[in-house]
């Protein structure tokens, strides 16, 4: 028997799950065949087989099905990143500053954006869709986040940062998604290896100097 004190795990209705899944996908349907500005509720419940009631039991609008549609595509690559160990990151960049090889992991959040470019074009204008795009932001700021706290200082124990964690973070979150604005609009568009590598080489090498590793041999 637990503890009367013992946390429950929470239910997961699956009808729940179901509808939401049944939503996102139809959203990223439309978003292939027709402007997001073009497509209303309507569309994406009758392509989703829901009723419009349905819909906005789950959601207030489209702009929040497709902010929880790029929740979960993130959350799919943070789990990917958090997944590899600190020394390969460190393996991975080099100790010169002069990185030479894309990080794969973040190829993958490139080929991801190629995929879905009309998507994330969207997500990337501004405009109307700023709440997005703060959305996506804070997302990307807070894997980072963790990202950093675990991998860097408690499997490599380094000293603590020349700048905040937090700094490091926003830093890396609009810097990532600046980049990957530009390079969705130019037409021929680098390769997903190019644009991850030349990223690498305008971010790492302040992140290996704000925690001291650019002096480290491996």
């Known amino acids: 028997m637990p503890e009367a004190n013992e946390a429950k ?14 939503l996102r996908a139809a959203l990223m349907e439309l978003v292939q065949e027709k402007e997001y500005l073009q497509i209303s509720v309507e569309e994406v419940a009758s392509r989703a087989n829901v009723s419009r009631a349905t819909f906005y039991l789950h959601y207030k609008d489209k702009d929040d099905l497709l902010l929880d549609q790029v929740y979960e595509m ?4 943070v789990q990917v990143l958090s997944g590899l160990p600190a020394p390969f990151w460190l393996a991975t960049l080099g100790v010169s500053g002069a990185e030479t090889q894309p990080v794969l992991p973040l ?16 997500l990337l204008s501004g405009g109307s869709a700023r709440r997005l795009v703060d959305g ?5 700021a807070r894997a980072f986040t963790n990202f ?10 380094t000293l603590p940062p020349s700048v905040p964690v937090d700094l490091l973070a926003a830093y890396f979150s609009g810097a990532l998604l600046s980049t990957m604005g530009w390079w969705l609009e130019q037409e021929p568009r680098l ?25 480290l041999s491996l």
């Open 9 to 22: 795990p929470v239910k997961i209705d699956r009808r729940i799950v179901r509808t939401r899944q049944a």
């Open 74 to 77: 993130a959350m799919e690559r």
């Open 107 to 122: 190829v993958g959040i490139f080929e991801l954006a190629e995929k879905n470019a009309s998507l994330y074009r969207i």
């Open 136 to 140: 996506i932001r804070a997302i990307t």
């Open 148 to 157: 950093l706290n675990t991998k860097f200082q408690n499997e490599l124990q």
């Open 191 to 215: 390769p997903p290896e190019e644009i991850t590598l030349q990223f690498s080489r305008l971010f790492f090498p302040g992140v290996k100097k704000a925690f001291g590793l650019d002096t």
